[in-house]
């Protein structure tokens, strides 16, 4: 899948879980937030570890 389609993907499903939560994204937000409202970015280490633990169970080299 393109990169692209795949932020538009996670994007909007952002959307739908801050919609619940009645809070309205804008462009400033994170996109990988560590919150429903989208104004707190998730630490650097956090997408790092979980690529780690996703490359150990498929058993894939690290990058």
Request: proline share 6%; glycine share 4%; net charge positive.
């Amino acid at each position: 899948m393109e990169t692209v389609a795949v932020l538009t993907e996670h994007r909007q499903r952002q959307a739908r879980a801050a919609a619940q939560a009645r809070v309205t994204l804008t462009d400033q937000h994170y996109i990988f937030a560590a919150t429903t409202d989208g104004t707190t970015p998730r630490k650097p280490s956090t997408m790092s570890n979980r690529y780690k633990g996703c490359a150990t169970a498929w058993a894939s080299p690290p990058v």
